[in-house]
C-alpha cells in the first residue's frame, strides 16, 4: 500500500510544482519537458533497462544453475548459515536462497552491478518459493532488500573511472569516505529492519560476524592507504573484481564437471527464465521510472535544495554541502538521474572541490531504493511492500548523513 500512496504523490506533487511554475514564474514549457520525460522514461525502461537486462539474467541465471549442480550454492550457504539463520530466521538451513544472497551481496561488494542483478533475482526468486503470502513481502525478502538498498560496495570503481575522465588530480580519493558512508547505510539498515522484526542482534553469533565484518574492512581500509598508490589502488580494484567474477565461473564449471554434470545443459536449463524474468519486470520498472521523471522533470528537486539552503542558512549552520544535495536526492530514486547529478555537481563546481567530492560519496553511499522495489519486488508479483522502503530509506538518510561528515573530516 505504501508503493501506492508514493507513487501516486510523485505524480501529484509534480502536477503541483508544475502548475505553480507555470501561473507564478510563467514557464510555458514545463508540461511539455514532464510529458516528454515521460516517454524518455517509459522507452529507457523497456530498450535500456528491460532488454539488456534480459541477456544479461540469462548468461547468469544459467551460470547460477551451474553453481547449484555444482553444490557451490550449498556450499555458501553452509558457510553463512550461522550468521544468516539470526538475521533471517524465516529461511531453513542450507536453503539455496542463502547462496543467492551470499553471491549478490558479494557482487555487491566488488561493484559487479551487472552480476549482482540476476543473483538478486534469483535470491527474491527463492525467498519468494518460502512465502506464504505470495502478494506481500516476508520478513526475510524486507531485511535482504533493505540489505541491498543501502549499498555496501568497497570499491567504487565507476565512481573513481568517472572522476578520472573528468581529470581529477587523485580520481580514488573518495574510496574511503564511500567505503564509510556505505557501511554505515548498511549497519543502519539492519538495526532498523531488526528492531522492527523483533531479531535479537546481541547475540553472539551477530557481533562476532559484525564484529569480524567491520575489523576487515578497517583492514582492507589500513593495507590501501599504507601500501599501494593511488594508482595502484584503482588497478588492484578492477583487476580483482574482474578475476573474482571470471573465478567464480570457473569454479562452478570446474565443480559441475567433477560431479560428472552435463555443464552445457545446466546452463541451457538455467538462462530459461532469463527472458521471462526481464518481461515480468517491465511493467513495475516503467511505472517507478515515469513518476520518478515527473518529478525530476517538474524541478521538485530545486525547490527542496532551495528550502534546504534557506533553513540552513537561517540556523547558522554551513552550507556548503548543500549544493551536493540533488546527488543524495535522487540516488535513492534512479541510479542515472543520481549519476547525471554527481557528474553535473563536477562540472559546476570542479571534479576537485568540495561539492564535486562530496556529490561522488553520495553516490557511492547507497542504492537505488525505489528502482530496486520495483525490481526486485515486481519480478515476483509482491504489491504490498510492507515497511521495506521505510527501513531502506532510513539506511539511506544515514548513509547522507555520514558522507556529509566524512566529507567535512577528508576534504573541508
Known amino acids: 500500500m505504501s508503493l501506492n500512496y508514493i507513487w501516486s504523490g510523485f505524480f501529484l506533487v509534480g502536477f503541483a510544482a508544475a502548475l505553480a511554475q507555470w501561473i507564478f514564474l510563467g514557464d ?7 510529458i516528454d520525460g515521460t516517454f ?3 522507452k529507457m525502461g523497456v530498450m535500456d533497462i528491460a532488454l539488456p537486462l534480459a541477456g544479461v539474467m540469462t548468461l547468469w541465471l544459467g551460470i547460477m544453475n551451474i553453481g547449484e549442480k555444482a553444490g557451490a550454492i550449498g556450499w555458501l550457504a553452509k558457510v553463512i548459515a550461522p550468521f544468516f539463520s539470526r538475521i533471517f530466521p524465516e529461511i531453513p538451513k542450507d536453503h539455496p536462497a542463502t547462496g543467492h544472497m551470499v553471491m549478490n551481496f558479494s557482487a555487491n561488494l566488488l561493484g559487479l552491478d551487472n552480476a549482482a542483478t540476476p543473483f538478486g533475482l534469483k535470491a527474491m526468486e527463492s525467498l519468494q518459493s518460502l512465502n506464504p503470502n505470495k502478494d506481500e513481502a516476508s520478513n526475510a ?7 541491498h538498498t543501502s549499498g555496501l560496495t568497497l570499491i567504487p570503481l565507476s565512481i573513481m573511472a568517472q572522476r578520472a575522465i573528468l581529470g581529477a588530480a587523485d580520481p580514488s580519493d573518495i574510496f574511503i569516505p564511500c567505503m564509510i558512508a556505505t557501511y554505515v547505510a548498511t549497519v543502519t539498515g539492519i538495526i532498523a529492519v531488526a528492531i522492527r522484526q523483533r531479531i535479537n542482534l546481541m547475540d553472539s553469533v551477530v557481533l562476532s560476524w559484525l564484529g569480524g565484518m567491520t575489523t576487515a574492512i578497517v583492514a582492507l581500509i589500513w593495507y590501501f592507504t599504507q601500501y599501494l598508490t593511488k594508482t595502484e589502488i584503482e588497478t588492484v580494484s578492477k583487476v580483482v573484481s574482474n578475476l573474482v567474477l571470471i573465478g567464480i565461473i570457473t569454479v562452478f564449471i570446474v565443480g559441475a564437471l567433477r560431479k560428472k554434470v ?7 536449463e538455467g538462462a530459461k527464465g532469463g527472458i521471462q524474468t526481464s518481461l515480468t519486470v517491465i511493467p513495475y520498472l516503467v511505472g517507478m521510472l515515469v513518476a520518478i521523471s515527473v518529478i525530476r522533470n517538474a524541478g521538485v528537486f530545486n525547490f527542496v535544495v532551495t528550502g534546504f539552503n534557506w533553513i540552513f542558512t537561517g540556523l547558522g549552520m554551513n552550507t ?7 546527488t543524495a536526492l535522487m540516488k535513492p530514486l534512479s541510479g542515472s538521474g543520481s549519476k547525471a547529478m554527481m557528474i553535473d555537481a563536477m ?16 553516490q557511492g553511499s547507497a542504492d537505488t531504493t525505489f528502482y530496486i522495489v520495483a525490481l526486485y519486488f515486481g519480478s515476483v508479483g509482491i504489491r504490498k511492500t510492507r515497511y521495506a522502503i521505510s527501513c531502506g530509506l532510513i539506511a539511506d538518510f544515514a548513509g547522507v548523513i555520514t558522507a556529509i561528515c566524512v566529507a567535512y573530516v577528508f576534504f573541508g
Open 28 to 34: 510555458n514549457e514545463i508540461f511539455k519537458r514532464i
Open 40 to 42: 524518455e522514461s517509459a
Open 141 to 147: 525478502q524486507i531485511m535482504f532488500l533493505v540489505l
Open 262 to 268: 552435463n555443464v552445457y545443459e545446466a546452463f541451457i
Open 320 to 326: 556548503d554541502f548543500v549544493p551536493a544535495l540533488p
Open 347 to 362: 562540472n559546476t563546481y570542479g571534479v576537485d572541490s568540495f561539492v564535486g567530492r562530496l556529490a561522488c560519496i553520495f
